[in-house]
């Protein structure tokens, strides 16, 4: 048997080297088995400005204990087994007479870059009125209950949860195992409410990844390099109490409408978009790293970018310059019995599958909800686009060798 | 752009060396962007004995039309668009008032060892006890009705099927394309009846990956380098007629009580699959590659492989010599309300788990059907997974170029 260890090349000597590897160009690193993995322990949480894995795992928890040292119990134990878990894992202790500590099916795999970004929900400061673990107090004013947008169409079983986990790797099988071990841990302390797994691809490195639309999907990210850029944008400064070095992410699984976008001509697509489907470029461009000319105008005077078109409505420029960090993924849940909402309005069983939307931020109110407030009421794209679940989470820092994740909140 | 050829190394000159790749030990090799691809075109298709992708999309169709040259007609686009997709795709056309040809999330990535293996269910011959294509006479003897097997909890919606692909790829986002692709072909012709996406993970190069009960699985599938063993047991003899040169598909997805197995003592596990959990050994042996000694006993007497394990029931000395290739998946299908099987018999939302299993042979009553007979009755494994769907399909030969697949039985 050979431990994930034995894949390690000095993984402490490794552990100060993920400020370098996330200041690299943001896309989808190829996987490989030399990939270096990522220390747990840090001034912020890893997963978030981290190169994106091709993998996701989202989960999302219900606590039900009544009991706020059981929630600190859980979240150290946690945070324990994440450490663990990315850093690679030695064999199981094997006592015959016990069931196994771990299920075992990562044994021997890489931790291939294997991140766990743990988020709170506003569940966790109050519930149904109740200030069940005596955190009302600390909950932060940025930790919203988000807006009813318009075109939301929430389903109550794949939305909020009071604790959220984001597990992303190279290997499917690491992320999946991570999130079981935390539902083991969790056991009569909290449960599931919503998991979505997720994938994306690259072509070669840096190149963009297309989602399942087929378009490039994240060419105007900010550069995580840019660690000024991700101080104003993304992590919490001193505005923030326990909530410093800290972020905000929203993840929203959104269906789209496949069956009826494949059917939409390759003009209308682009001008849905806002870029060509090939290049991806913005209309009139040439090449993707074109900046968006949204001011440009047509022999007729009309917009090349058009004004409901998905790239200008998110674009800085028309949000008073916000800017969020995407990192999503692609998802694919089979078969679902659909109404397709177009000529001939089919109905059967067709793939359900969509975007797993995932962003971080600073402060969602100048962040998500300021961008997303528009594109809910104008982009062409919502024709094709449903949002059908998610929530807000406050992620704290990152935690310190010994302590355990939020550690801060708990601590008055 | 980048289309897929510029990745490229002589794509052509490479073609012919599928079959020495066919020949490398079992196991799943390593994703990488200079992976080569595999011709479509051959004397059997892809995706049996090549060796296992990393990832798998498995789909099942059902016929709607009357038409016989409306099935021969799906089946030559099916074959073109394989034969394409398997070798990497330019660009589309790109006329902005047609739809795309190509719905282009596929576009720029590396073809990712795709393999795209086609069957035929007994419906295609007869359903309904109606002959739909005049091909009722042509269906072969060893495309039996499946029996029903011992704990078989089969959901229709999820068994059967007219036609049935597996899309195989080291990149999850090119089978789902691939499949994605079949479906919009198809439109009017057949729709989808169901359809699972699985995963596998390997460690280093030729080792066993574990399935999601944490055990290798996979340890005693034959070797198909053996190239006289897989004509004996995986291909279709002179006995086949037009089948000669194809093989017989199982795949059923089987569902894992995860939560009822993590309880289990490691001990019970061992028991239970009859090898140690973390070095994939035979109970009482050291290496993973030490044979199975079915007639070892304790110091009591006792089998040291306990007489209803699963290595044993599935070894071909425990089954008149009868194997299968194996080449199953893990799935995942995120949550489902579930009732435990096991005190405290908690219910409610868990992670609906387990395998898809898929396996080849010659011939499905010397194979599967022998083998599982007995397994469905004795394995101690049964307590834990229940096979909930599924079907059996009859796998022409490979086409040749110009030809598509399964064209003999087309032809009288």
Known sequence: MTSRRGFLTGAAGLAGAAGVLAAAKPGVAKPGPMAPEFSFFGDHQAGIVTPQQRHAYFAAFDLITDKREAVAGLLRAWTEAAARMSLGMDEPSGNPDQPPPDSG???GLHPARLTMTFGFGPGLFIKDGQDRYGLAARRPEALIDLPRFNGDQLIPARTGGDLAVQACA???????????????????????RWVQAGFTSGGRPGETPRNLMGFKDGTMNPATGDLALMDQIVWVGDEGGWMRGGSYMVARPIRVALEHWDRMKLAFQEQTVGRHKVSGAPLGKSRESDPLDLDAVDADGNPVIPENSHVRLGAPAANEG???????YS???????????WPPWRQGMQIDAGLLFICYQRDPRTGFVKIFENMAKFDMMNQ???H??????ACPPGAKSGRFVGQELFEV
């Open 170 to 192: 190279d290997d499917p099988q690491v992320a999946f195992h991570a999130v079981r071990t935390l539902a083991r841990l969790a056991d009569g302390i909290a449960q599931f």
């Open 331 to 341: 998802y694919d849940n089979g078969l679902a019995f659909i109404a397709e909402r």
């Open 105 to 107: 099916e990562a044994l």
């Open 388 to 393: 059908i679940g998610g929530g807000l989470f």
């Open 322 to 328: 916000a800017q969020i960090l995407r990192r999503a």
């Open 384 to 386: 094709f686009v449903t």
